[in-house]
């Protein structure tokens, strides 16, 4: 199989510098026309008739696919004989090795994810699971997307372990929800802690008056009652709601004198396990 590639590559001792020049200048113009076609079907056709991540994924098969022909046609300027160097090689073992490679399997999740699109680019979305990652949407390709975290870092992840991910869209709706738990000490006044609650939430600028915000009993824990209270926002000012509501309900805690339980271990020499007490901080 060796002397048969070897067959088809061409004859070095009469090889000509002018065939490297031609070779490299049909490369670059193939770059620079790959280039200009995308860039001239995104604008013309996909940015009109598609949402921004397909044309962006659309965009860039324009352009590997272009770059890809004027490729073979600089290779067989040099004097190669593509399809006998493809017949020598064994097209259809290469073509196997290919498919069973961990590329095509992101391909076809990156396919799978185009088609339910649980995001596109721009969204802010939450990664669960072993990724454990959360950020902005940047760019979603065939083998990977790629996202920027909150500390301005970039994450590539592979569409196989995106598709097997549970991914959570924090930004597809226009308003989006603050949850607040906490715990308070069991003999506290619930009706006192629900009015301040509320109280909080209508003087808040940024909180939205329907939804009404809402308060819930989650339950009876062993240092105190665990409430939640839940609130409304725009996206845009949803940790600007989160801070500054949290921030005046801490306050007027402290001024109605209402205390959050504080739990520790008190350590018996003879015990077998820890005892847990309650305290009030």
């Not at 997307?145 to 994450?155: A, C, E, I, Q, S």
């Not at 549970?166 to 000490?185: G, M, Q, S």
Request: charged share 20%.
């Amino acid at each position: 199989m060796i002397h048969n590639f070897l067959s088809y590559l061409p004859n070095f001792e009469k090889f000509d510098p002018k065939m490297l020049l031609t070779s490299l200048a049909i490369f670059v113009i193939g770059l620079m026309v790959a280039s200009l076609l995308s860039a001239f079907v995104f604008k013309v056709i996909f940015r009109n008739f598609l949402s921004p991540h397909h044309a962006m994924l659309l965009r860039k098969m324009v352009f590997y696919f272009t770059t890809l022909i004027f490729s073979f046609f600089a290779i067989d300027k040099l004097g190669f004989d593509l399809k006998g160097v493809a017949g020598a090689l064994g097209i259809g073992t290469l073509a196997f090795a290919w498919a069973a490679n961990t590329a095509v399997t992101n391909v076809a999740s990156g396919i799978f994810l185009l088609g339910e699109k649980p995001f596109e680019i721009g969204d802010y979305v939450r990664i669960e699971g072993p990724a454990g990652w959360d950020g902005q949407i940047l760019s979603i390709d065939l083998l990977s997307v790629k996202m920027r975290t909150r500390d301005n870092t970039l994450v590539r992840m592979p569409n196989e372990l995106l598709l097997k991910s549970e991914v959570r869209n924090l930004t597809r709706f226009p308003i989006r929800r603050v949850d607040i738990k906490f715990r308070v000490a069991f003999a506290e006044d619930l009706t006192q802690i629900k009015q301040i609650l509320f109280e909080s939430a209508q003087k808040n600028p940024l909180c939205l008056e329907s939804p009404i915000p809402e308060f819930f009993f989650v339950e009876f824990g062993e240092s105190g009652l665990l409430l939640q209270f839940s609130a409304w926002s725009k996206q845009s000012s949803f940790i600007a709601l989160q801070t500054s509501l949290q921030t005046d309900i801490q306050e007027k805690f402290k001024q109605a004198g209402i205390q959050l339980p504080m739990s520790y271990f008190l350590f018996q020499p003879n015990a077998k396990q820890p005892t847990l007490t309650n305290s009030k901080a």
